[in-house]
């Protein structure tokens, strides 16, 4: 029974993996799995023998098989159902054909194998739930003590599923005595949830509410070891409790492991999100973290000397060079992925002369540590209203932009030199092209200004980034696009439509060219610059995608979101490799660490999580902070994590620290069941409190001081 | 928790009559109430939706306050046209009203003539957003330059060591504050003006009278002590406070004989320093205990001068915008009016009261006679308690008559009657009576007088008092002030001249006072360095006068040496007979008490002022 509900999941999975093999071709497909989008389905007035809604579940299931393309099994079921010929098809190829430009018209009863998926099939007797509900209760009490938390783990997907069931069918007062007689025993970590459901108490408001048709579908997934699992089952069955039995066995995932029950401590760390913790082989695929083999790049020879003589003082970038620079056959990080795997952006030559800037401000860079902390610098918005929504720093420091809720989006220079656009069509005929100057004269004197603003979106600007070149900035915003401007011109460039909902966030590449970007849609997108539509499309988040990074390696992304879960996604195969949960709030910051091996997380409950990505376990949980947490960044030698957030402070953590004393042994690697220690307070290295101006991001130059920026609050 | 929470959870649901007032507002009359029920289910379900999204706007916007923008932005996500005209940035603009039995929420919308927005001018256009780069620096240098410590200012350098006073115990240089303390900019002062700084603050609290009279003549003329003025403020108010503590009621006598200075000198402003001088100049008023043995050391007169002082920068700066003075009167009247109030506090607080004015007496203090004069009472004729309590009782009450009195004569008519003063006034009532009859002879008396007694002086001041004084070295001139009863009194004294001194010409002193009557008498004096002749005083009296001038001429040592005598003070005392005893008893108490202690001098003087004496001295 178990297998065929796991398949069935499998199947639900499949579709998003699908999709990103043949990226175009199968983009309009894969849409109709996002909110909002679904293709019609058409015609619903069959005069077939069969109920109203067993024919919806039908219709149902071959579009989904249509959509797969089992155009046999199609046939058959069709055949074997006696509908006829039409009733599905002529519409549904025409909206795979229109599926392709943007999302088809929703219609209200459309049937959506997920939903049939998630019907609650049984209904029992709706006085005895209370009944069923606190017998188990009253069974886990009284379980040996190793045993008790990890079968508490089952409570909270029961309790709402049990809640759920009492709504769909109806019993809207036993649903209400149910929940208010067992919602206070449920973790607190889940109040926000059961916030949201204590105000569902009708089946129709079901229907509408796509996080929990999420929540419906996917399955709460339950870490137990073998011995716990047997206890629970050996009562269930003593005691005929069939309906919590039939609960478990069709909303629950239970992964079962051999060994020790986990404490706890251990499942608090790892649970609180909105589908339970990550499966085992979720976090197994193999992730090359390792970081690419930096080009070679012949420096101007007194630049060598100089980096000869500072070879200390270069930790990071120098390895890598020095290997291409000494033997250029000799092996790379085996951690690292092979050079081509993502095809990458030819260098330029302005490239080039940007690494060795990079090269030679590295050799000056201050060496971070505990007894040797950044100074910060703080850039205070002022005048912004409220209204600054994000901050991106470049690369080098020069440049700032700012995302604001009143649609605009700025630039600022912090270094002397000032914005310039490029002068007009008309100018630039005048220019002579074979100058050596050419760069400079093409620039429009006249315009030079501290500061720019460009004007396009028509919603708050969420989400902003640089391009690594400085050339170009990305900003995302309500109005459900991103935008791509140029900074030699101040202008829009390009559009890139495709979320339909607000675009929380987007981060170009560290190389360029890519960029991602993710929103309420609950997907992320990877774009490429001079593609209008996204090459993949990564779903399978529960709730909004909050925030969105790139790895320094490009071949992967990390995205946070509402649903307390981070995920890693390949950007090759669009497949989903690692899901992190742990948080106990929507997730709103992410960072990966520079050699690309470890990644923070902060969330609105004021924790950052690391994470080794390597072996998919969290490694540890850094508790200080006392609202929000919108940013976090790693020092340029990954020795020192810096986290602002809401509460108007800038901290500064020893993660060097956090990563040794962590003791990892096979088990613990095999099984993912960390024991954490309790020493945020030993991590801690410094507190930076601004007077009231939440720090909403955070950016190490390339000399390791840490710059910071926010918008004062009066 | 778990309560808490089912608190949280509770599902609120919309009243059905908000359904029913809302579907009348569109226009639906009878809605049936199921359907008000299913619908207010629906609505709360609906609200609570978005209000949910509403929430992930404001924490994408990075905010802690949810807007109504929030709310458009969740219902666009939801498809529903956003409300529009909520902009408010303040508040919502619901109003609410209720009646038959309903309460509504309403938004008012008010019509809005266009030609009025058109024509109102444009409001300030708001600032643009703007950058400020703040460092933290992690190594802190002493890039500080090393500043003169100026007084008043030695808590200047601890400022910049706080931030350092949080560190961590390991000392590893984290400042906690982004932000960091811009140093107070001071006024530099040179090295000429600390030093006058210094003399001028070491004189007026120092032993030497002498050097005192000098330092306050300085402060109260010169002109350019403006920089200085902070510093003196500083000086005198934490001069005061810890002197009050210590009880050294002379330091604080020097300390107000210089806030007069600094008052006197017309080219100071000191408004900017009232926040500091005027709790300096009340403590001296109210304080309790301004000396160490209250019943034998004279702190009432310091308490009259501070009340004085107190009264003239009341007159001085109080503006519709400090009201200084209504406050001044305020504090006054509300410890006088507490039972526990000490009697040297309600010594201070009736007089700093009664050096306001007529109006403030006749408003505050008069209505209070009785009751006080029953407190009174009650020391005076009941069981001795303290002496204290007692010096302090009949201080008060002298106080009271002294002030009372002339503004009672000027309220009532005569005649006076002691009974009916007695039932009006209570137990100060009969003497109150006295003062009010003895005052009104004098009134009438002073009418009389008043710009008659003329006094023509036709030879140059300075040079007289300078070499006659003999007081101290003291060189320049001096104009009138607090040291002006000493100088004037050694006048008196017989002493020989100097010889070698060129013979001034022959001055006439011409000494007009009239008596009660319409008759003037006019003494002539006319002296002259020619005659040997003793100075020759021609008084013709007049006829109908009854009551005598009383003139008092000391010529010197001898009439032989008057010729030798370049420069003559005279002081022309003129008196009622009548009152001619007061005369006496007064002039008996002013070189003592000057000799008791003569740094006493301002306040005697002013006491000297008081009505009963008229002592002129010409100079």
Partial sequence: DTSLAKQKTDIKTEPSTDGFGNNNANDGRVLSASPGSGSSTGSNKQTAAVTPEDQQTLLAVLQFLKKNKLIESVEILRREAGLPENSLDPKATESAGAGSGGAAAVAEDQPDVRVVLSAYSQQGDPTLYEVYYSDLKKFIETVLDCHRAELSQVFYPLFVHMYLELVYNNHESEAKAFFEKFSGDQECYYEEDLRVLSGLTKKEHMRGNETLLDFRTSKFVLRISRDSYQLLKRHLQERQNNQIWNIIQEHLYIDIFDGMPRSKSQIDAMSGSLAGEAKREANKTKVYYGLLKEPEIELPLDDEDEEAENEEGKPKKKKPKKDSMGSKSKKQDPNAPSQNRIPLPELKDSDKLDKIMYMKEATKRIRLGSDNLPSVCFYTFLNAYQGLTAVDFTDDSSLIAGGFADSTVRVWSVTPKKLRKVKSAADLNLIDKESDDVLERIMDEKTASESKIMYGHSGPVYGISFSPDRNYLLSSSEDGTVRLWSLLTFTCLVAYKGHNYPVWDTQFSPYGYYFVSGGHDRVARLWATDHYQPLRIFSGHLADITCTRFHPNSNYVATGSSDRTIRVWDVLSGNCVRIFTGHKGPIHSLAFSPNGKFLASGATDGRVLLWDIGHGLMMGELKGHTDTIYSLRFSRDGEILASGSMDNTVRLWDVMKAFDDLETDDFTAATGHIHLQDNSQELLLGTYTTKSTPVIHLHFTRRNLLLAAGAFNP | ?619
């Avoid at chain 2, 999204?53 to 923008?69: Q, W």
């Avoid at chain 2, 039995?101 to 109102?120: A, M, P, Q, W």
């Avoid at chain 2, 320093?273 to 709790?279: A, D, F, G, K, M």
């Avoid at chain 2, 607080?349 to 203090?365: F, Q, R, S, W, Y």
């Fill in chain 2, 1 to 619: 928790m778990a309560e808490e929470r089912r608190q949280k959870h509770c599902s609120v649901v919309l009243p059905t009559e908000s359904m029913k007032a809302m579907a009348e507002s569109v226009g639906v009359g009878q809605l049936q109430e199921d359907s008000c029920v299913a619908l207010s289910e629906e609505v709360s379900y609906r609200i609570k939706e978005i209000a949910q999204d509403a929430l992930k706007f404001m924490h994408h916007g990075k905010r802690r306050k949810l807007t109504t923008s929030d709310i458009d932005n969740a219902l666009k996500l939801k498809n529903v046209e956003p409300l529009y005209g909520f902009q408010s940035q303040e508040f919502i603009p619901f109003r609410f009203a209720s009646g038959g039995g309903r309460e509504l929420h309403f938004y008012e919308e008010k019509e809005v003539d266009l030609s009025d927005i058109i024509n109102t001018p444009l409001p300030r256009v708001p600032l643009d957003v703007s950058l400020k780069a703040t460092k933290e620096q992690q190594k802190v240098e002493s890039t500080e330059p090393l500043k003169v410590v100026k007084p008043g200012q030695e808590e200047e350098g601890t400022i910049q060591g706080k931030g350092q006073g949080t560190t961590t115990p390991d000392g590893k240089g984290k400042e906690k504050g982004l932000i960091r303390l811009k140093p107070r900019s001071t006024h530099e002062l040179s090295v000429e003006q600390q030093l006058y700084y210094k003399e001028i603050t070491e004189a007026c609290v120092g032993s030497c009278e002498a050097k005192r009279a000098e330092a306050l003549q300085s402060i109260a003329t010169d002109p350019g002590l403006y920089q200085m003025l902070p510093r003196f403020s500083t000086f005198i108010s934490e001069g005061v406070r810890v002197n009050v503590v210590q009880n050294n009621l002379a330091l604080l006598i020097y300390l107000m004989r210089m806030v007069k200075a600094l008052m006197d000198n017309p080219t100071l402003y000191l408004e900017k320093y009232l926040h500091e001088l005027i709790p300096a100049v009340v403590t001296c008023i109210v304080s309790k205990q301004l000396c160490l043995r209250p019943d034998v050391d004279n702190h009432w007169a310091l308490r009259d001068f501070a009340a004085r002082l107190m009264a003239q920068s009341c007159k001085t700066f109080s503006t519709t915008t400090n009201n200084i003075q209504s406050r001044i009167t305020k504090t006054f009247t509300k410890s006088w009016l507490d039972d526990k109030t000490q009697w040297t506090t309600r010594y201070g607080c009736i007089a700093g009261l009664a050096e306001l004015g007529p109006d403030v007496i006749k408003t505050l203090i008069i209505p209070r006679l009785a009751i006080e004069g029953a407190r009174i009472k009650a020391v005076m004729e009941g069981p001795v308690i303290s002496n204290i309590d007692k010096i302090g009782a009949e201080h008060v009450q002298s106080l009271l008559l002294k002030h009372c009195a002339s503004v009672i004569a000027k309220l009532r008519s005569p005649p006076d009657n002691v009974e009916q003063y007695r039932t009006e006034y209570g137990y100060l009532g009969p003497m109150l009576c006295s003062h009010v009859m003895k005052a009104r002879t004098q009134a009438a008396l002073q009418a009389q007088q008043v710009n008659r007694t003329t006094l023509t002086i036709t030879q140059p001041r300075p040079t007289l008092s300078v070499s006659q004084s003999g007081l101290s070295g003291s060189s320049g001139p001096r104009t009138p002030s607090i040291i002006k009863v000493p100088s004037s009194l050694t006048l008196m004294s017989p002493r020989p001249g100097t010889p070698s001194q060129p013979s001034p010409p022959a001055t006439k002193y011409i000494v007009m006072a009239t008596s009660a009557g319409a008759a003037s008498t006019q003494q002539v004096i006319t002296l002259s360095s020619s005659q040997s002749a003793s100075p020759v005083t021609s008084t013709v009296p007049s006829a109908t006068s009854t009551l005598q001038p009383l003139v008092k001429l000391e010529p010197g040592s001898g009439p032989g040496l008057t010729a030798s005598r370049p420069l003559q003070k005279y002081i022309v005392v003129s008196l009622p007979s009548s009152a001619s005893s007061s005369l006496e008893t007064k002039s008996s108490v002013l070189p003592t008490s000057i000799s008791s202690s003569s740094l006493d001098g301002g306040m005697k003087l002013e006491r000297s002022e008081s009505p009963g004496a008229s002592t002129q001295s010409p100079h």
